[in-house]
């Protein structure tokens, strides 16, 4: 098979993942405005679309680093090496566990979906544009001061794996730690993200969780 014709069957199927992905969202979001509405299937549905979505969508980004062939043989052995490697042992957390099972479902979709691709060899790539010299970085300036609380809070998302997790309809987006007595206050959490002393990874699904790490500022100060 050409990679013209390999890429356009990738993409047809990569963006049905995603339409289903996003149709199962907009049901979510509509129905969290109806008082009373059910909400455990239409989580679940989430969960299971974003776990078949998600390995068409790193496809998407190695096709355009190493070229169709190349990045569908490196995105199948990933996939492969990841099924491989979970284990039996589950969360206490019913949500994660949730998570966790259609991530694995959905790899398994994405292995079935593309065996057998017999794609050829991609074209040379272009050659990448010369990459400027890197400046000199600008002089460090001093770490700022910070109370008590404040360093508190940045201790405990460097010790405690600090996350920002969805919980139920009522509890909304919560702060989860490893260690419940130091677990820091949500509004103090956001406000050391919104100083840059910290971020956010958004790259997952807040009901797998958000992890929370400190930045190079933050961890300046600390160090001060």
């Known amino acids: 098979m050409d990679t013209t014709t390999a890429l356009k069957r990738l993409t047809n199927r990569a963006n049905n993942a ?15 405005t109806i008082d009373g509405a059910q909400l455990d299937g239409l989580m679940d549905a989430v969960l299971v679309t974003a776990g078949k979505a998600k390995p068409w ?3 998407m980004k190695r096709i355009e680093r190493h070229g169709v062939r190349a ?5 199948r052995q990933e996939a492969t090496e990841a ?5 039996f042992s589950m969360s206490t957390s019913l949500v994660a566990n949730a998570a966790r099972l259609a991530e694995q479902e959905g790899l398994r979709r994405f292995l079935g979906s593309t065996d057998g691709f017999e794609i050829d060899e991609d074209e040379a790539p272009a050659e990448e544009a010369a990459v400027p010299a890197p400046q000199p970085a600008p002089p460090a300036e001093p770490a ?17 794996a600090v996350k920002f997790q969805e ?3 009522r509890e909304g987006i919560k702060v ?16 050391v993200i919104s100083r840059k002393w910290a971020q956010r990874d958004t790259s997952t ?18 160090a001060g």
């Open 18 to 32: 995603f339409d289903e992905d996003k149709e199962t969202r907009a049901r979510l979001r509509s129905a969290l």
């Open 57 to 59: 969508s790193d496809l």
């Open 71 to 75: 990045g569908l043989a490196k995105q």
């Open 144 to 160: 700022p001061k910070v109370t008590k609380a404040q360093r508190r809070t940045l201790v405990a998302i460097r010790d405690t």
């Open 167 to 169: 919980g139920s309809i």
């Open 83 to 87: 099924l491989l490697m979970y284990g």
């Open 176 to 191: 989860v730690s490893s260690d419940r007595d130091s677990r820091p206050r949500k509004d103090m959490v956001e406000w």
């Open 205 to 222: 699904h807040l009901l797998r969780g958000q992890s929370i790490t400190l930045t190079d500022l933050g961890r300046a100060i600390l």
